[in-house]
């Protein structure tokens, strides 16, 4: 048996070898697509003959793989037309392909080619079905469920077994349709183990009882026409139904809905989500839209509406005949940029070519003048890109129809004049008269609301359509009075009469909420002693459900009180929506926060101008001693983001729980960005340490004599994390030990007999590794979880002398011998400094990163180290020095930080060094780190002790310059 393609355990595909009822000699296969090709492309001159009148979906034919370079036997799965022509997706039933075939390279299946059997089988575990972790928070339990799709670690768990086997079998117990059912047996290091039992004993899946219907080899009958059907649901939503658009009353193309439809069941896509229900109809019909969701940051709310409205090609008639983009999407940074246009890319295909493009430019001119934007109908990029761009194609917004601002709060946050400056260009581009019978249109999507996005609805959307799912965004928008009433937890009875104090003329409906049923019944007594009208209700409640709700409901006159104490399982039976005040008398978590607002929500502001103090709806929370920090902190976070009045002596409680949270995390590694760039922009969410510990950062792996006498060092990149961030070692030019070493471990397992396999694998000890032709010293990370009768398993391990981390089998660890663990882990992380990434990235775009890769790795370079913590070494500058034998002199090729500036993917970081000495409680910044900039005579001169040879041998104008010049 070979496996041909592999999607989960219930659904693979493969060509079996030996004899049976269902196994046909290759020679036969082989001997088919000989006279096929023979056929095909000699027999016939004229290829209308053989062409098919018509091509329908699940038909049988012979298509022309380009891939594969040969006539194909295929079932069509889907249609795609085109403007001259047809696309068509098909399925190679001999090689289990997917593959796109143009009408031109479609020919009718003879009957005389379909004698034998399709070669691909699809085949599925017998009675082996997935399963799912169901996690009950209400009763804080998690149990193992049916699943209805596989988990992807399943999957990836079937895919890991079979790589790793010597030889397997397969035992046919039944046949349904068209599919096999098996029983998977793989041998693994000579031992035989059934794949079925083995995905059951690991909870990846569960045991099927036999049913009635199943079928057997005897009832087995080939339908080829349904090969490779897949497991659907139930009931299959058709998304092209749901968002067509209806703006211009023109039919969508048939092939959006079935390619389209196809391409997002393939992704076993079950219909749009709440969010998506109300975002995609407004979208394909043409409106303008601002959309406010958890999911807000997930570009599948406007991507297939979108790209639905594009299928209307009369909606652009109207346009100028020129060379610019339809669609224009604004994403945050590069990395969303490259997910949305793969996301375009996969979908695209189900629709008439848009030829998307992906345009991420840096400041360098003469790129952004060479791009060629011809027959492009979408375009992915940035803010700054775009302008970039503009600067050279002045005609960008000339057929531009639709804006999308992706995670708008990102762009409000970080781009906000650039985004503003496009929005300026894209109105001034559409009222001219040509545009009068053509689409614009703005999306903005994103997860939170934002203080600017009031002034993108008034001055550049026409009524736009606001969909917010987010109630604590929600109620941010509809600008509902956020108080906060800071008390001691015995004072909060008081703190809340004082609240409940009236003076409005108008109807008052307040809820107060609590945790506890004491609670309630506690709020319920005093505010009776205190002569307020007040309803009470919690799980144990002797009122009925319909008496509250009869009584919340009442016709009250005006200036009527009405107060609901109750707890919060009571919120979603009352189902209450017009209160006008909530008093969180015991504090929320955000899930609940939300919830809470929510029953506030008919008395939201529909205009976010207006003014809170005359708003109707009002939240109070009571802020006492014993709140949940992290809920507290997380509460107070939202304030800020919602501009509520926070009194002055909470500014000193918050700071108090950011330090009590930062002190929860002092046992994680340093922050990976307060390394690389000397700030952390996510502080408050970001899981690793902003402090020093001294535990941790005490020097490691960096000669004592290089930490006592600053000075120039030759390091080795050997592991490149980005364009600034290296993994190698320090290398002694005069005698270096690992090189010694690592002559010393190569020449003792080229014995075959010093090659003994490690049986007991233990955590943090040290191996070693044969990876090609070389040996390396290792250290386990991490040991998988395995059962005990499994001889394999997979460990996470780092190469400890160059400090990248791999996944490797338990049995191809070697033991390693005491003398060669003698010399400590060579590896030493290295950063560059005073460069960060343009236009306030957090990430260095890949260009800059393969670049650097491609240049710096495995070559000798000379670094001045200006900093140490831990085993991270801060390098100003790292330069590569290459040495001139015949003329007994030595040149710098390149200096690093200038070679990422020249990309234009980087720019200048000049607090870099300074944030770290502050870290690290450094009041005086070194004199030598503050004239790194001028790099002048005196600062060469500072190199000398420990610059070795190479500098003895050569000390002149040139080396000087040059050193001056690559800073």
Request: charged content about 25%.
């Amino acid at each position: 048996m070979i496996f041909l393609l592999i999607e989960d355990p219930g659904c693979f595909w493969v060509t079996m070898k030996g004899c049976g009822p269902y196994i046909v000699d290759e020679i036969e296969y082989k001997n088919l697509n000989a006279e096929m090709n023979q056929f095909y492309d000699k027999s016939y001159k004229d290829v209308d003959e053989v062409k098919p009148l018509t091509v329908e979906e699940g038909q049988i034919c012979v298509v022309f793989s380009e891939e594969l370079k040969c006539w194909c036997r295929a079932v069509i799965k889907s249609i795609m037309y085109c403007t001259d022509h047809y696309q068509t997706e098909c399925f190679l039933v001999d090689y289990a392909k997917y593959v796109f075939v143009k009408s031109k390279d479609i020919r009718v299946a003879l009957e005389a080619f379909m004698r034998i059997p399709y070669r691909a089988k699809k085949c599925r575990l017998f009675r082996t079905k997935p399963v799912t972790l169901r996690i009950d928070f209400c009763e804080d339990t998690a149990k193992i469920v049916p699943a209805r799709r596989w988990d992807s670690a399943a999957t990836r768990y079937f895919q890991n077994l079979l790589k790793a086997t010597t030889q397997m079998k397969a035992k046919l117990c039944a046949v349904e349709g068209n599919t096999f059912d098996v029983f998977l047996y793989v041998t693994i290091k000579d031992e035989k183990v059934c794949v079925n039992d083995d995905l059951v004993s690991k909870n990846f899946a569960r045991f099927e009882e036999a049913k009635e219907n199943t079928g057997t080899c005897a009832d087995y009958q080939e339908n080829q026409t349904s090969l490779n059907a897949e497991s659907l649901p139930m009931k299959i939503v058709n998304p092209a139904h749901a968002f067509r658009p209806v703006l211009f009353q023109e039919k969508i193309p048939t092939n959006l809905e079935t390619g389209g439809n196809h391409e997002l069941t393939r992704k076993k896509f079950l219909g749009p989500n709440f969010t998506e229900s109300y975002c995609w109809p407004a979208v394909a019909r043409g409106c303008d839209v601002v959309a406010i969701s958890y999911q807000g940051n997930d570009p599948f709310l406007y991507i297939p509406p979108v790209l639905t409205f594009l299928q209307s090609g009369s909606c652009y008639k109207a346009l100028p005949n020129r060379n610019g983009p339809l669609a224009l999407i604004l994403c945050p940074g590069w990395k969303k940029a490259h997910l949305v246009f793969d996301l375009l890319k996969t979908y695209e295909r189900c629709s008439r070519q848009l030829h998307p493009m992906l345009i991420i430019l840096g400041q360098n001119k003469e790129e952004a003048r060479s791009v060629k934007i011809r027959g492009c109908e979408v375009i992915v990029t940035t803010p700054y890109s775009l302008l970039r761009l503009f600067e050279h194609h002045s005609l960008l917004f000339c057929r531009l129809c639709h804006l999308v601002l992706d995670e708008i709060e990102v762009l409000f946050s970080d781009a906000i004049e650039q985004v503003f400056t496009i929005l300026d260009c894209y109105k001034k581009a559409i009222i001219t008269e040509e545009w009068e019978y053509s689409p614009h249109q703005i999306i903005a999507v994103g997860t939170r609301w934002n203080k600017h996005i009031p002034r993108l609805i008034k001055e550049f959307m026409n009524d736009p359509y606001i969909v917010i799912t987010a109630m604590e965004e929600a109620s941010i928008y509809g600008n509902v009075q956020q108080v906060v009433q800071p008390c001691m937890n015995s004072e909060r009875t008081a703190v809340l009469l004082k609240i409940l104090d009236f003076t409005h003329n108008n109807l008052q409906k307040v809820l107060v909420f609590t945790n506890s049923v004491n609670e309630v019944e506690i709020i319920h007594k005093v505010l009776k002693s205190n002569s307020i009208f007040s309803l009470k209700i919690h799980e144990k409640s002797e009122c009925s459900l319909k008496y509250i709700i009869q009584q919340w409901t009442k016709k009250y006159s005006s200036g009527t009180h009405v107060v609901l104490v109750l707890t919060d399982d009571c919120m979603q039976s009352l189902r209450i929506t017009d209160a006008t005040c909530v008093i969180h008398f015991s504090f929320p978590s955000p899930r609940i926060f939300g919830q809470r607002l929510h029953s506030m929500s008919d008395n939201f502001c529909n205009d976010s101008s207006v003014d809170q103090q005359y708003t109707k709806a009002r939240s109070v929370i009571l802020l006492t001693e014993n709140n949940n920090t992290c809920h507290a902190l997380g509460i107070l976070h939202y304030l800020q983001h919602a501009e509520a009045e926070i009194p002055p002596e909470l500014h000193d409680f918050m700071a108090k729980m950011l330090e009590a949270e930062e002190d929860k995390k002092f046992s994680r590694p340093l922050c990976a960005y307060l390394k690389t760039f000397g700030t952390c922009k996510s502080r408050t969410v970001c899981p690793d340490r902003h402090q020093i510990n001294l535990q941790i950062d005490v020097c490691q792996n960096i000669p004592d004599k290089i930490i006592q006498t600053p000075g120039c060092v030759t390091i080795l990149p050997l592991h490149i994390v980005n364009a600034t961030n290296y993994f190698g070692r320090i290398v002694d030019k005069q005698k270096d030990q690992y090189t010694i070493l690592a002559e010393e471990i190569n020449e003792y397992f080229k014995k075959p007999s010093n090659k003994i396999s490690v049986k007991n694998v233990e955590k943090l000890a040290f191996y070693g590794l044969c990876e090609k032709t070389l040996f390396h010293r290792v250290q386990v990370l991490e040991i998988s979880p395995k059962e005990e009768e499994n001889l394999f398993f997979n460990v996470k391990i780092k190469y400890i002398d160059e400090g990248r981390t791999s996944q490797v089998q338990s049995y191809q660890l070697l033991h390693l011998p005491a003398e060669f663990q003698c010399l400590p882990p060579q590896a030493v992380e290295f950063v560059v400094c005073r460069v960060k990434p343009i236009d306030n990235e957090i990430e260095w775009n890949p260009k800059v990163t393969h670049y650097i890769h491609h240049k710096i790795k495995g070559k000798l370079h000379e670094a001045k180290i200006v900093h140490t913590l831990g085993n991270t070494a801060w390098v100003d500058p790292m330069v590569r020095v290459t040495r001139l034998s015949d003329l007994k002199m030595s040149v710098n090729e390149y200096n690093i930080r200038s070679e990422i500036l020249s990309t234009g993917l980087g720019t200048d970081n000049p607090e870099h060094i300074t944030q770290l000495q502050k870290l690290s409680g450094h009041i005086k910044v070194l004199d030598d780190v503050k004239n790194l900039e001028p790099f002048k005579t005196s600062v060469a001169f500072l190199f000398w002790p420990l610059c070795g040879t190479l500098f003895r041998s050569f000390f002149s104008h040139l080396w000087l310059s040059s050193l001056e010049n690559h800073h």
